[in-house]
């Protein structure tokens, strides 16, 4: 569609998805004032609402495969960079610590200078850096570069849930996010697809004295496409409206308005010419007059972006989002010890069972410093079982996404996440007690389908408890905080696995369950208005 529309940047002219120019202050007022809420809700939903999802979800699929890529090829490339057991830790856990700054950082600029250009920066960092880690030599350097693939990581995954959250009529937001958030099984299902494909065939590698290019490293460099993609694609798209709209830029944000209505093609018409945040905020948010400076060329200043940043994450701790805030930040963190502290050695329980046969926490002792191997002539020999697993694993989420979705509504977040979190430490209680191969992968299918049902419903209420102006931080904050907690999961697994693996796992079913109890005092957010 060769036509102009605002985007990312309001001083520039971009080619837009949408169609229309805005051609400057429209501020004429309507026989009536409309909330952002009926605004949306007059947009209808169609082409355009279709076209988001879907780039959105391919986004968040693509943080997914760049997370998990890396519990794929350690069976293969643990031989080729000589990892001990500390270094696999090491290499669960640094996508998690690009995640913790990266979060933080990019969140708060989407406060600022808005969500598509943080989306374009983040995706592209994730891509790139994921491309570049793919021909690292050796270790040391390999890890540096998973740790900036996981700085645009963390960036984009509370980025992508804000913008997408923004273009949502409450009467439909907690499924749609939903939906969104099934991307992430998505994700997971491409990557054990392409490690399954592409991994145990060597005829791909390439070998040189000074290099090597072997197929995980192919599967790494393929892992990449979809982030580079979607950064491609979010060139295209405008910036979220109800931004605008907080950054005082109203007629900006009616004119995409306009023009998605006209992209989906809505059977009412759109003659809405006056736009407020809420029928309490007025024209303009709580936070327009601190922000609006930042978004006109002063953003580059980094000192007042620091400021500003500080200023946004001591308004999540103080009255009235300070309870909402650390109630939420425990769930999340519990959550994220226990299953990344989990899902990042599912392979390695796989191939103890793979190997010894009975439960993946007996005869530990024997396992070679290459714990993935599974042929005694070969030590770097990984058997097709153990993709298989990975990819069951990942396909298990379907079940409990759909459930997500149907019942998200009905039920509510709030017990969706409570329940989830307690019946997924009674799963993982149990693994000690597995006995053959197909007990270990029943189990692992469950907690994935269970704790897919917990991760949903926290996309969903992070999205909808904080305000416009302090959304994006607010999720960037806790996403990056609950990376450390997935980086002591996965360190807590690194340190205790090998000396009995029903340790850490007790540890993760009782962090689970307090999780899940206290998340009851979160708040109702079913069907209500965003502010």
Known sequence: MPSRCLGGNPEEEQESLLGEQYDGPEREQSASTYTYEDAIKATGFGKFSLYLLFLCGWAVSSDAIEVLSVTFMLPSGSCDLHLTSADKGWLNSVIFLGMMVGGYVWGSMADRVGRRSVLLGSLTVNGLFGLASSTAQVFWLFLLLRFFSGVGVGGSIPVIFSYFTEFQHKSKRGMMISVLATFWMFGNIVAAGLAWIVI?????DYRSPNFVYNSWRIFLALCTIPSLTSAAIFVLMPESPKFLLHMGKE??????????????KSKTSFQIKSVILDSEAGDTG??????????????????????????QSVELFQKPLRR???VILIAHVTLSFGYFGLWMWFPELFSRVEKF?????????LLPNVSMATNATDPCHVDNWVYFEGFMTALSNLPGNLLTIFLMDRLGRR????????ASGVCVF?????????????????????????WNSLDVLEAELFPTGVRSTAMGLLTGLSRVSAILGNQAFGQLVDVHCAVPLILVASLLAFGGLISIKLPNTTRKDIH
């Open 200 to 204: 145990p065939y060597q005829d791909l």
């Open 251 to 264: 007629g900006e944000a009616v004119q995409i308005l306009k023009n998605v209505h006209k992209m989906n």
């Open 286 to 311: 709580p936070f327009e007059a601190s922000t609006r400076n930042y978004s006109t060329g002063r953003c580059h200043n980094f000192v007042l972006g620091l400021k500003h940043m500080w200023s």
């Open 324 to 326: 909402t805030t650390i």
């Open 357 to 365: 046969g009975g439960s993946p926490c007996e005869r530990v002792t």
């Open 415 to 422: 017990l969706l996440l409570s329940s989830s979190m307690v």
């Open 430 to 454: 149990f693994i000690p007690f597995i006995k053959s191969k197909v007990e270990n992968l029943i189990i692992s299918c469950l907690f994935g389908a269970i704790s897919t049902i917990g």
